[in-house]
């Protein structure tokens, strides 16, 4: 029987809702780490974005199943939206703002997509389907609940951290991975046209 690619599960997950994400994310909340609100913003941010990541891995696939979305569709759907927003990163500038104010922006305006894309709900998904035991579930939710306490505590000291690194090595793992998670969405594409292709028609 063929082992759960773990490697290749936190793989995903690091690239598509981890530390780099969070820290490009909170280096925009507040003028400093310690300003008003920032700790709790950070707290309910993560709270929310572990609570949909928890929701995903233990009734995503019963929803799905109940709604008749077969494995190869969930694959092009999880190959449409990388394949979207990774155009969207490389083709659009982002546009710099002011510093949101940690006291007055709702912890959901920062979790989703910001720390929580649609493509990290697509990938728990994509590996507990062919492993629906709850021995990988609980694997899964210990991986990814992990990277998101890693991702709270550099949540915290975000700007200490952009501020020691500079924002060259974000902007370059930012088109590093924009250009991974390109190659990823057609390759997600190309594997679900090859399932459909194969399945016997009826």
């Known amino acids: 029987m063929t082992e759960m690619p773990w490697g290749a599960l936190f793989g995903l997950l690091f690239m598509t809702m981890g530390p780099i994400r969070a820290i490009a994310v909170f280096s925009k909340v507040g003028d400093s780490d310690a300003a008003p609100g920032v ?5 309910r941010a993560a709270l929310l974005v572990a609570g949909a990541f928890a ?7 019963a929803v799905l199943g109940a709604w008749g979305v077969s494995f190869p569709v969930l694959i092009a759907a999880a ?6 927003l990774s155009l969207q990163t490389l083709l659009v500038p982002a546009v710099s703002g002011p510093p949101l104010d ?3 922006t709702p912890a959901a305006a920062v979790a989703f997509p910001g720390l929580f894309p649609p493509i990290a709900v697509s990938v728990p998904l994509i590996f507990a389907t062919p492993f629906p035991g709850w021995e990988t579930k609980f694997g899964i939710l210990a991986l ?6 890693v991702n709270w505590l ?22 590093v991975f924009g250009v991974l998670q390109l ?12 399932m459909l292709g194969a399945a016997p028609a009826f």
């Open 39 to 43: 700790r709790g913003l950070a707290g």
């Open 55 to 61: 929701l995903t891995v233990v009734i995503g696939n």
């Open 79 to 84: 190959g449409l939206v990388p394949v979207a």
């Open 102 to 104: 940690a006291a007055q």
């Open 144 to 149: 990814g609940l992990g990277l998101i306490a």
């Open 154 to 175: 550099l949540m915290l000291r975000a700007k200490a951290i952009l501020g020691a690194i500079g924002p060259v090595p974000l902007q370059l793992f930012g088109a």
């Open 183 to 194: 190659a990823l969405g057609l390759q997600f594409i190309r594997d679900a046209v090859a």
